[in-house]
C-alpha cells in the first residue's frame, strides 16, 4: 500500500523567509503524480504544485517549488518570501488512480 | 464559474440513522471523488466517480456509498451510522481529461456530520 509521510506536524517561518515541507512517500509504482494542497483556516482546500513522477524537472509555481527525488522518495516543498497568506495546512499527496494524503503540516507564518 | 458546491453544510444524525450528503461538480467536471477528513485519520479517499460509474473507491465498509447522476452531480449515502463516522466529508471535482491522475482537483466546503 502506498503511504504518504509528513514528518513535521508543525512549522513556522518569519514573513518573507524560505520554509520547506518535507514528505516521503512509499510506493513500488513507478508512474504516479505528486501533489502539494493547502487547507487555510476555515477555507477550502486549493491546489499548490503538482508533479509528474516521469518528469525529472522540478515543478515550479511562482513562489512555491518543490525537490523531487524519485530514488528517494522525497518531495519537499519550498515556499520562499513566505507571506500571511501562506499559513495554512500543507498536504503532500500521492495519486496513482487514488489519492493518498500525508497527515499535513500546519504552517505558521510570524510578522 | 461557480465552484463546487456541498450540501448541506452541517449535520447532525444519531447512531443507526443514514444520512445522504450531496455535492455539485463545477460546470463541465466529469469525475467527482469524496473523502473524509478526522482528526485522528486525517484525509482519506472514498471513492470516485466518472460518468455515472464508480471508476476507484477506497478502503471504506459497504455502509458508504455513492452515486452520480448524469449531469455529473454525485450524491454520498452513509447508512447506520456511528460514532466513529463523524468527519467533515469532503467532495471535489475534476475534469477528468484523462486516467493519468494529473488533474488538480477543486474542493468544496465540507459536509460536517456529527453522529451522536
Known amino acids: 500500500a502506498q503511504t504518504v509521510t509528513q514528518s513535521q506536524p508543525e512549522m513556522s517561518v518569519q514573513e518573507a523567509e524560505t520554509v520547506t515541507l518535507s514528505c516521503t512517500y512509499d510506493t513500488s509504482e513507478s508512474d504516479y503524480y505528486l501533489f502539494w494542497y493547502k487547507q487555510p483556516p476555515s477555507r477550502q482546500m486549493i491546489l499548490v504544485i503538482r508533479?509528474?513522477?516521469?518528469?525529472?524537472q522540478n515543478a515550479t509555481e511562482n513562489r512555491f517549488s518543490v525537490n523531487f527525488q524519485k530514488a528517494a522518495k522525497s518531495f519537499s516543498l519550498k515556499i520562499s518570501d513566505s507571506q500571511l497568506g501562506d499559513a495554512a495546512m500543507y498536504f503532500c499527496v500521492y495519486n496513482n488512480n487514488d489519492m493518498r494524503f500525508g497527515a499535513g503540516t500546519r504552517l505558521t507564518v510570524k510578522p | 464559474k461557480a465552484g463546487v458546491t456541498q450540501t448541506p453544510r452541517y449535520l447532525i444524525k444519531t447512531r443507526g440513522q443514514q444520512v445522504t450528503l450531496s455535492c455539485s461538480p463545477i460546470s463541465g467536471h466529469r469525475s467527482v471523488s469524496w473523502y473524509q477528513q478526522t482528526p485522528g485519520q486525517g484525509l482519506q479517499f472514498l471513492f470516485e466517480?466518472?460518468?455515472?460509474?464508480?471508476?476507484n473507491k477506497g478502503n471504506f465498509p459497504g455502509r458508504f456509498s455513492g452515486r452520480q447522476f448524469s449531469n455529473s452531480r454525485s450524491e454520498m449515502n452513509v447508512s447506520t451510522l456511528e460514532l466513529g463516522d463523524s468527519a467533515l466529508y469532503l467532495c471535489a471535482s475534476s475534469l477528468a481529461r484523462g486516467t493519468g491522475g494529473d488533474d488538480e482537483q477543486f474542493f468544496g466546503p465540507g459536509t460536517r456530520l456529527t453522529v451522536l
Open positions: 508533479q509528474e513522477a516521469y518528469k525529472q
Open positions: 466517480y466518472f460518468s455515472e460509474t464508480q471508476r
